[in-house]
């Protein structure tokens, strides 16, 4: 098994282990390696193990209302890949995982889980505040897809993600990728930015964004 880094994971961060090799040794998990482009998780496969990243970096999608393909987030090792619903109800993934490079995904049974909680308080509350953490991206999620025309999702995630002090910040996805994170067309998004453009809202240089006039991007989320 390749290295992994379990204090920078956020549900192993309070872990306290004087041998990182042997802990990973005596944990009962399976681990899996997938190439660029795979299909990890399928939307609506049965969640019954911890499936943590632990090389690679992953996109997560599903599929929108409107058949448009919606764009969660992009996930960088380690994480791991939606914890919450190990315990839920309705235990079945709500997105598809694909791999954007060479991956490494280390499966660890629910019982297992259920047992580091049980042997160690430090792991269980890491995995508590984690699944909490989540729950607030969620919400600002929806937030975000609750606004109904384009410039005002752009305005909401240009703001969320800016400096606040006016100057560049980089939006490591291109338009395609935009796009399928607001789960609209393309054509439509490129139109929004170019418009936001030429009214001196914004300036873009590739994936260098400037907000130029923040009183009229904030006039876009009304």
Known sequence: MKKVDLAACPVCSKLEIDDEGAFLDDLKCTIKVYSKNDLIIRQGDLCDALHMLTQGSVKTE????????????IIKAPRPLAPAFLFSDNNHFPVDVTALEEVE?????????????????DFMSSFMTHNANRTQFLTNRLQLLSIKTIKGKLAHFLLENSYGDGKPFIINRNQTQLAEFFGVARPSLARSLSEMVQDGIISINKKEYTILNPKGLRELLV
């Open 62 to 73: 599903m599929i929108a209302e409107n058949g448009n393909i919606l764009g969660i987030e």
């Open 105 to 121: 995904i280390m499966k660890i049974p629910k019982a297992e889980i259920m047992r580091l909680m049980m042997t160690n308080s």
